[in-house]
């Protein structure tokens, strides 16, 4: 059984720890990465951020798109991707008809 299987495999409950897991070591890592290069090691801080980017990026972002129909089943998360994805779509159309007014 492949880690994507076994992965979708896992409840609702393990899969949001999991998620949180992933991404509670991300962004932690993002603050020492800026701590890092406001004592001056602008090089190593740059790399630092760079890297906690790409991870959030394809571990993430990835990790949640493979488990978003699990956790879409418990009520608050749904309710919560509902409500994030609503205020989204009000914010790209605010923009739309800003650009669309100044044209």
Request: aromatic residues 8%; contains cysteine.
């Given at each position: 059984?492949?880690?994507?299987?076994?992965?979708?495999?896992?409840?609702?409950?393990?899969?949001?720890?999991?998620?949180?897991?992933?991404?509670?070591?991300?962004?932690p890592?993002?603050?020492?990465?800026?701590?890092?290069?406001?004592?001056?090691?602008?090089?190593?801080?740059?790399?630092?951020?760079?890297?906690?980017?790409?991870?959030?990026?394809f571990?993430?972002?990835?990790?949640?798109?493979?488990?978003?129909?699990?956790?879409?089943?418990?009520?608050?998360?749904?309710?919560?991707?509902?409500?994030?994805?609503a205020?989204?779509?009000?914010?790209?159309?605010?923009?739309?008809?800003?650009?669309?007014?100044?044209?």
């Amino acid at each position: 059984m492949s880690l994507r299987q076994r992965i979708e495999n896992l409840g609702p409950l393990p899969i949001a720890a999991l998620i949180g897991g992933a991404d509670g070591t991300v962004e932690p890592l993002k603050l020492v990465a800026v701590a890092v290069a406001g004592e001056g090691h602008w090089i190593a801080g740059t790399a630092m951020i760079v890297t906690c980017y790409l991870r959030s990026l394809f571990l993430v972002e990835r990790l949640f798109i493979i488990v978003k129909p699990k956790l879409l089943i418990i009520p608050w998360f749904a309710k919560l991707w509902t409500t994030i994805l609503a205020v989204r779509s009000w914010i790209a159309a605010s923009f739309r008809r800003m650009r669309e007014g100044t044209s």
